[in-house]
């Protein structure tokens, strides 16, 4: 049995990490974490939460090809809303993934 | 000038999963599945009274494959054949689909496949003919009664907006203008409600969202309740459109489509003589989204 995680997904060029269950998308634990990416329709469609795989491996779920291409997959791109971990993960994070790490305002306490 | 379409009649949407689907369309959305042919389900609102509004087709990417107007009256396909021969639109006849007669088929300036029918099987609602209450009782889901509009997106805007004037005689009800006065997003109708479609700026063919009508604030608020117990992703809402005045659930499905709950009960009914209203595009927050006053960061870049 191969192992079910959790997994930890690190983010470049910032170094912060989320830990993302073998069962949810990787959009999810970066949300649940409290920090922030752009992202849009959730359901593979829009293409919006693109983000690229610089090591490890994922599962892809059910994408749209006309927003992700059998080519972007094999050069590392995924869906951040459909894509699980198989492994950690090392993500770049890209100017149009919008990252922001979690605010102070999100908990202050 | 007569009206001369009834309504948006159809719209067909692509899903990535049909099965998985058309159980969020049933039993989430809470839209009759009138029929399954193969890969395309045919589904409509409980108060619909042809055989379908709605096809879902399982494809291997989301957005809409095409859409379709009724015609008021069987005269009024001679006439469009007439208007499209006159504007050198090309076209092709499709002699029948599912459940449905003639159809004109055409590429609009858009680039959707739009199409003009008159005939479509006549099922009746779920209610009876004789004697009928007021609504049905024991329906799923949000259950709106009706597929209200639909909004689209144009590389040109001011082309396809006048294509749906000039050739299809739609009329305008509300635009957004930018600074040198062109008009970059617009709502067109024929039914005396605020739009049949809508057009705003971004790729040939894409599909910004369907909207399916509610008919009071309670039932908006039920709509986000079901949505949120089923962990549906909002995208917006509930709340209110500055242009239309309608209020507003945006929201989508399981393969990425943009859906809405539109409640036109806050909206104007139009009359032969109402003039098209001004939106300047500085204010374009408040003219979408009343309340939050700005655009979100999906609106204008997120679409199938």
Redesign the interface.
């Known amino acids: 049995m191969a192992a079910a995680g959790p997994y930890a997904v690190t983010f470049s060029p910032f170094g912060d990490t989320v830990v993302c269950r073998r069962d949810e998308a990787v959009l999810t634990a970066i949300l649940r974490s409290g920090a922030r990416v ?1 992202f ?7 293409g ?1 939460c693109k983000m690229r795989l610089i090591s490890g491996q994922v599962e892809h779920g ?6 992700l291409s059998h080519q972007e997959k094999q050069a590392g791109s995924f869906l951040s809303c459909q894509a699980r971990p198989l492994s950690d993960l090392t993500v770049e994070l890209a100017a149009a993934n ?1 990252y922001r790490r979690r605010s102070p305002a999100y908990w202050p306490f | 000038m007569p009206y001369r379409i009834s309504r948006l009649g159809t719209v067909e949407i692509r899903s990535l999963d049909l099965d998985r689907d058309l159980d969020y369309y049933v039993n989430v959305l809470g839209l009759q599945l009138t029929a399954r042919e193969g890969r395309t389900a045919y589904l409509k609102g409980w108060d619909e009274r042809h055989a379908y509004s709605l096809m879902l087709t399982e494809a291997d990417r989301a957005g809409m494959v095409r859409l379709a107007f009724r015609t008021v009256d069987p005269e009024d396909m001679d006439y469009y054949e007439n208007r499209l021969r006159k504007f050198s639109v090309k076209y092709d006849v499709i002699p029948e689909d599912y459940r449905r007669g003639r159809a004109l088929r055409f590429t609009a300036p858009s680039g959707h496949v739009v199409e003009l029918y008159n005939e479509m099987d006549y099922t009746g609602n779920v209610l009876p003919t004789v004697n009928p209450a007021p609504w049905p009782e024991g329906l799923k889901g949000i259950a709106p009664p009706r597929l209200d509009h639909t909004l689209v997106t144009a590389p040109e805007p001011p082309k396809a907006i006048q294509f749906f004037q000039e050739v299809l005689e739609f009329r305008v009800s509300e635009m957004l203008v930018n600074p040198e006065g062109v008009p970059i997003a617009a709502w067109l109708w024929q039914r005396p409600a605020p739009h049949d479609i809508a057009i705003v700026p971004g790729r040939a063919g894409g599909f910004h969202h369907a909207a399916f009508a509610v008919d009071s604030a309670e039932a908006l608020f039920r709509a986000a309740d079901i949505l949120t117990m089923h962990k549906a992703r909002i995208d917006y809402g509930p709340g209110r459109h500055g242009i239309t005045r309608g209020t507003t659930i945006y929201f989508f499905d399981p393969s990425g489509n943009r859906l809405e709950t539109f409640g036109g009960y806050t909206a104007y009914q139009m009359d032969p003589d109402c003039r098209a209203i001004k939106w300047t595009t500085d204010q374009i927050g408040p003219a979408v989204f009343y309340y939050s006053q700005e655009l979100n960061e999906t609106f204008l870049s997120v679409y199938t």
């Open positions: 752009v849009g329709c959730r359901g593979g469609g829009c919006t059910r994408c749209s090809v006309a927003v919008g």
